[in-house]
């Protein structure tokens, strides 16, 4: 068994497993500004805490103002609120840790209502590291109401992210894996349906 689940955001809370390749890239170019490599390189320093939100934007050649209307393009992954509401009545608290900018980040789960239910984010662009650094893992440990003697399980869909949990002597989830995915150190789940019944 485990005290506390840990999800991540991209690809597990939200549909988009890659929500700079999928989302953020294609909303700056369709308006004319900057090339890929430089939406990358400006979204890995604001997701680091290096550049603020409102930079960002002026970086990749855009008003800050179309921040609202870029996130509106973000949606839950199916069977999500539901898995929710089954941690709330088992009284497991649920976290979350996530690679995002810090100010997106508290927009989306502000937006989604997800708050409610998930207690505690813990945002690289707060803590200024980002997965698979094992010290956004250790702020994550910081945070969390059983700390160091918790037992935690990581649910994420990317492995190198699950490595990291994996080594710390975190139980690890695969979420939607990929048909050549490496599991061998990794539980697997397809939906939330699955992943239900896999810590049930």
């Known amino acids: 068994m485990f005290d506390v689940l840990v999800l991540d955001a991209m690809g597990v809370i939200y549909s988009s497993k890659d929500d700079v390749e999928e989302l953020l890239i294609p909303f700056i170019r369709a308006r004319g500004g900057a090339s890929a490599k430089t ?3 400006c979204y890995q320093s604001a ?3 290096d550049l603020s939100a409102e930079d960002f934007w002026y970086r990749v050649g855009l008003s800050p103002e179309v921040e609202d209307e ?3 393009s973000f ?3 199916p069977g999500l609120m539901e ?3 089954r941690m709330v009545k088992s009284e497991i608290p649920v976290m979350a840790l996530t690679n995002d ?4 980040s508290t927009k989306l789960r502000k937006k989604f209502g997800l708050e409610k239910s998930i207690r505690h984010w813990v945002v690289s662009g707060d803590v200024c590291v980002r997965k698979p650094d094992p010290l956004i893992y250790d702020a994550l440990i910081k945070n969390s109401e059983k700390g160091e003697e918790g037992i ?5 869909d990317r492995i190198k992210n699950l490595d990291t949990a994996y080594q710390k002597g975190w139980k690890t989830v695969l979420f939607r894996p990929e048909r050549d995915a490496e599991t061998e150190h990794h539980a697997t789940a397809c939906d939330f349906q699955e992943l239900w019944k896999l810590i049930r």
């Open 47 to 49: 997701s680091m805490g």
């Open 75 to 77: 949606t839950l992954t």
């Open 152 to 156: 935690y399980l990581f649910v994420d």
């Open 101 to 104: 900018v810090s100010r997106w």
């Open 83 to 85: 898995f929710l509401d």
């Open 39 to 41: 939406i990358e390189h």
């Open 70 to 72: 870029y996130l509106e």
